[in-house]
């Protein structure tokens, strides 16, 4: 019979390659999903002992403490604690330790002796440290804290059997499934315990570790240039130029690939399918509008493969530390930097990317602000009404016109972007001021195998979310605008008469304002699955059969249709508009409730209804209407 | 100091050494941490300080350490970057008042 399964958690500090020695355990087999109730990503693997034992690893988020402030670290002390609601208990934790760092871990280490839960301390990176000239007493380090030790590598699999025959070791050993070894004595430490534990860590430092004799001076050589105060923005605004080309160009192909394979589905699926209701729902909602998301994963990938890469390499602190003055000015924290960043190509990623902020207000900020960042799907729709209304000239002699509206769009995004989080932290959270603490880890070389599995990981969970969220979305909207059918004899176009037509037509005079003619407003509804469909909307509307590849002819039809002024106003509206559902959805689902995607929707809309009637009335007055 | 010393007993400071916030040091200055989170808690409420101190502490930032100021922040010379005993740690000035270091060695 084979010997039962047991239950493992890894803790341990943040940068300590704990998630590297889970991959080294576990291979292949993961599952990443969320923590029921909150949105921690809950990451699982399995690995077989020799004894053909099945043994769940439970990769815990990384914290310095068991005091825990964000909703990650809260996972981990009650995960650890075996209080976490629908877990069932570790029955071991393998503490996992960047053996070139020990000091802070110790501590963390005395923290988990006070749970009493049975450990195995794995001092990772012991290669770096036996480099540097670095020397623990590991059998008398192990007897000090009462927990056996092994050393790894996880980035070359290095010591990964031994962890694997200790953790055996230790589970047959267990007194009983998820039992303690003694009494569960911890609690909050107050400052004066924290002191306390920190000579207790720094006692076992002095008995059982000697310094390094060749400490790491690389860090340090290339921190001189990266964090230069004129060298360092310079090469970071450089990165970000790099990665922006990357994103806008390199992505082309492969979305063009995307389109044309889900447009020859589409065709396939057309003719197989009788004409008709069934054809239309899946041809032009279910296939059309995944497609319209799944496009962008081709930008999503290279923006998360530059992400990845800038934090393994352990530049992501820097550029937190960079940019941090800049943001803070606004009342964002240095770590809103990256979701930011991520928004400009899609702003779900960019939401869900806000995870790593502990701070509730600075999060929730980030997150409100996130959609103002122009997103990939708003190009587009820039694109067609640049086309249709801006000139092809240049200005000052080299400066294209279009060019030129086109980074006036993105800077009025990030612009206001900066000025809402100013005014909500002046408003709504004032004197509420998150402290900047964080760790800047020695820099490493990026292991690709892990960069590859962390990558595929986040293509996975994009698309399933994507699926999730938008499918039944697609068929409301697709639902609008298909029904009822037109009368017999009908002359305008088919939406018209839709639910989507007649709402639109309902909520003309409200859009009168900013100058919005009604064809406009109708495409404003189903362009609520993703901002990009609004194009294809208003190809139904003008009678553009397939407009994206017709945009000429649509921005023609355009032109001769809208003033300047309307052109404009509709830009505006783009700029500011909660024009996508999916970005709602999304907000609820890392925010847990439904308060923040309402405000969300109410301040997004209130905003481009001002700006886009501020626009569209300066411009008449100017003589464009 | 022994080899295995890694931060020097307090004692054998004089007390010629100069204390002062880390949110006033300097790049190059260098010191040993003589108390956190005590005085400067203005502009705070007593929770909220008193949370400030546990961050600090548990990162590092503990009486007796070793703390060398490295990098700062173009605008305003903020945040700062110190070396902390073997580590890097990235903190605003404002948070750096609740630290006093003891100058051993000023730029």
Same mark, same amino acid.
């Given at each position: 019979m084979a010997p039962a399964t047991a239950r493992i958690a890894l803790v341990g500090n943040p940068n300590s390659g704990k998630?590297?020695?889970?991959?080294?355990?576990?291979?292949?087999?993961?599952?990443v999903a969320n923590y029921a109730g909150v949105t921690v990503e809950r990451k699982e693997g399995t690995i077989t002992t020799a004894s053909g034992r099945t043994v769940s690893v439970l990769d815990l988020p990384g914290a310095y403490s068991l005091r825990a402030r964000s909703p990650d670290e809260a996972v981990t002390r009650d995960a650890v604690l075996g209080q976490l609601k629908g877990e069932t208990p570790p029955d071991l934790v393998v503490c996992v330790a960047d053996a070139t760092n020990l000091r802070l871990v110790l501590r963390l280490i005395l923290e988990l002796r006070q749970v009493g839960r049975p450990m195995v301390l794995a001092l990772n990176m012991y290669d770096i440290a036996e480099r540097q000239g670095l020397r623990i007493d590991i059998e008398g380090l192990a007897a000090a804290i009462g927990a056996p030790i092994v050393t790894t590598v996880a980035t070359r699999r290095r010591g990964v059997e031994d962890l694997v025959a200790q953790i055996e070791a230790k589970v047959e050993a267990l007194a009983g499934a998820g039992a303690l070894e003694g009494s569960n004595t911890w609690h909050e430490p107050s400052p004066a315990e924290i002191r306390q534990a920190h000579a207790e860590a720094q006692r076992l430092m002095k008995a059982y570790v000697r310094p390094a004799e060749r400490p790491d001076t690389l860090t340090g050589r290339i921190d001189a240039v990266l964090l230069h105060p004129v060298a360092g923005l310079a090469i970071l605004l450089s990165l970000l130029f790099v990665m922006f080309q990357a994103v806008f160009a390199w992505a082309g192909p492969l979305m063009d690939g995307i389109e044309g394979g889900l447009g020859a589905l589409g065709g396939l699926v057309a003719a197989a399918l009788p004409d008709g209701l069934m054809e239309s729902l899946i041809?032009?909602?279910?296939?059309?509008?995944?497609?319209?998301?799944?496009?962008?994963?081709?930008?999503?990938?290279?923006?998360?493969?530059?992400?990845?890469?800038?934090?393994?390499?352990?530049?992501?602190?820097?550029?937190?530390?960079?940019?941090?003055?800049?943001?803070?000015?606004?009342?964002?924290?240095?770590?809103?930097?990256?979701?930011?960043?991520?928004?400009?190509?899609?702003a779900i990623p960019g939401?869900?990317?806000?995870?790593?902020?502990?701070?509730?207000?600075?999060?929730?900020?980030?997150?409100?602000?996130?959609? *103002?960042?122009?997103?990939? $799907?708003? =190009?587009?729709?820039?694109?067609?009404?640049?086309? @249709?209304? !801006? %000139?092809?000239?240049?200005?000052?002699g080299v400066v294209s016109l279009q060019g030129l509206v086109m980074s006036g769009l993105y800077t009025a995004g990030i612009a206001s972007a900066l000025v809402i989080s100013f005014i909500a932290r002046r408003l709504f959270w004032r004197g509420q001021v998150e402290p900047f603490l964080m760790e800047l880890p020695t820099y490493k070389t990026p292991d690709p195998k892990s960069v590859l599995s962390n990558l595929w990981q986040r293509a996975a969970i994009f698309i399933s979310r994507a699926g999730r969220i938008i499918l039944p979305l697609m068929v409301l909207i697709w639902t609008l605008a298909t029904f009822p059918y037109?009368?017999?004899?009908?002359?305008g176009p088919a939406i018209?008469?839709?639910?989507?037509?007649?709402?639109?037509?309902? *909520?003309?005079?409200?859009? $009168?304002? =900013?100058?919005?003619?009604?064809?406009?407003?109708? @495409?404003? !509804? %189903?362009?609520?699955?993703?901002?990009?469909?609004?194009?294809?909307?208003?190809?139904?509307?003008?009678?553009?059969?397939?407009?994206?590849?017709?945009?000429?002819?649509?921005?023609?039809?355009?032109?001769?249709?809208?003033?300047?002024?309307?052109?404009?106003a509709f830009l505006t509206w783009y700029v500011f508009a909660p024009q996508c559902a999916p970005t709602l959805a999304v907000v609820k689902r890392e925010t847990n409730s439904w308060l923040w995607p309402a405000v969300m929707f109410a301040y997004m809309v209130t905003l481009a209804y001002l700006a886009a009637m501020g626009v569209y009335h300066g411009a008449v007055a100017l003589g464009w209407g | 100091m022994d080899e295995l010393s890694i931060h020097?007993?307090?004692?054998?400071?004089?007390?010629?050494?100069?204390?002062?916030?880390?949110?006033?040091?300097?790049?190059?200055?260098?010191?040993?941490?003589?108390?956190?989170?005590?005085?400067?808690?203005?502009?705070?409420?007593?929770?909220?300080?008193?949370?400030?101190?546990?961050?600090?502490?548990?990162?590092?930032?503990?009486?007796?350490?070793?703390?060398?100021?490295?990098?700062?922040?173009?605008?305003?010379?903020?945040?700062?970057?110190?070396?902390?005993?073997?580590?890097r740690v990235a903190l605003r000035r404002r948070d750096a008042a609740e630290i006093i270091i003891r100058l051993t060695g000023e730029a």
């Open positions: 998630t590297a020695l889970f991959n080294a355990l576990t291979g292949s087999r993961q599952k041809v032009d909602g279910l296939i059309a509008g995944v497609g319209s998301v799944l496009v962008f994963l081709p930008q999503i990938l290279i923006l998360f493969l530059f992400i990845i890469l800038l934090e393994d390499f352990g530049y992501m602190a820097r550029a937190a530390f960079l940019m941090d003055r800049i943001m803070g000015g606004a009342g964002l924290h240095g770590r809103a930097f990256i979701p930011l960043l991520s928004s400009f190509a899609c939401i869900m990317a806000t995870r790593v902020i502990d701070s509730r207000r600075d999060r929730l900020t980030t997150i409100m602000v996130a959609p *103002l960042m122009a997103c990939s $799907a708003r =190009i587009p729709v820039y694109t067609l009404i640049i086309a @249709a209304f !801006i %000139p092809n000239q240049t200005v000052w037109p009368p017999e004899g009908a002359t018209d008469y839709s639910f989507a037509g007649q709402l639109g037509h309902l *909520l003309h005079p409200l859009f $009168a304002p =900013i100058g919005f003619n009604w064809q406009m407003t109708v @495409a404003l !509804i %189903p362009g609520m699955a993703a901002r990009e469909v609004a194009v294809g909307a208003l190809g139904t509307v003008y009678a553009v059969a397939d407009a994206e590849a017709q945009a000429g002819t649509l921005a023609g039809a355009l032109s001769a249709d809208w003033s300047l002024a309307m052109g404009l | 020097p007993m307090s004692a054998t400071l004089g007390a010629a050494f100069r204390e002062a916030p880390l949110s006033q040091a300097r790049l190059g200055d260098r010191g040993i941490i003589a108390a956190v989170g005590a005085p400067a808690a203005q502009g705070r409420g007593g929770l909220a300080a008193e949370e400030l101190e546990r961050r600090l502490l548990e990162l590092g930032f503990v009486e007796g350490a070793e703390i060398e100021m490295i990098h700062q922040g173009a605008l305003g010379g903020d945040p700062i970057a110190v070396r902390l005993d073997d580590m």
